[in-house]
């Protein structure tokens, strides 16, 4: 059982930036995967970035060269660097833990957080 703490969220204007928290109740460097997501309203949630235990990140392409994903395996936190954010970067804000493979580059994911808000003024 790992339990996922996500911080960080709020307003922030557009071009601006904004740095979310994900605690895990675990050790970082024993869970296979972490991950950010995130919801727009209305929308389905979507994959933002992974980090896997031995700290390989990923990203999707709407956020590629804007975000980062770091961690720090001491206080078992994953960090999300949001920088240059659009109005469309704006939603709930996932952690995610534990993957397990659907399909070859597909992942599923077995923990999540409760997400943190984020609003991206125009």
């Known amino acids: 059982q790992v339990q996922l703490e996500e911080s960080g969220g709020g307003l922030v204007q557009t071009g601006g930036s904004l740095e979310l928290s994900c605690v895990a109740s675990?050790?970082?460097?024993?869970?296979?995967?972490m991950a950010w997501y995130r919801q727009a309203p209305g929308k389905q949630r979507e994959l933002v970035g992974q980090?896997?235990?031995?700290?390989?990140?990923t990203y999707e392409d709407p956020v590629k060269g804007r975000f980062t994903i770091s961690r720090d395996p001491a206080k078992n936190t994953v960090y999300l660097q949001m920088n240059s954010l659009k109005p469309e970067d704006a939603g709930v804000y996932f952690c995610?833990?534990?993957?397990?493979?659907?399909?070859?580059?597909?992942?599923?994911?077995?923990?999540w957080g409760q997400g943190t808000q984020v609003t991206v003024s125009s």
């Open positions: 980090v896997t235990s031995g700290g390989y990140t």
């Open positions: 675990a050790s970082i460097l024993e869970i296979n995967a």
């Open positions: 995610a833990a534990q993957r397990t493979p659907l399909r070859p580059g597909f992942y599923e994911y077995y923990y």
